[in-house]
């Protein structure tokens, strides 16, 4: 029963971090922008 409760905790992390990493891609996807800055036209 002991190596259950250690593949629960891991299969949880992994999980967790794929959940994570979705979320933060979404959120910098959303976050580009195209134009440039002032200081780098011209």
Do not use: A, C, K, W
């Not at 992994?14 to 976050?31: K, S």
Request: charged share 20%; hydrophobic share 50%.
């Amino acid at each position: 029963m002991e190596m259950n409760i250690y593949l629960v905790i891991i299969l949880f992390v992994i999980v967790g971090n794929y959940i994570l990493d979705i979320v933060v891609e979404t959120l910098n996807v959303r976050h580009t922008q195209s134009d440039l800055p002032e200081e780098y036209e011209g």
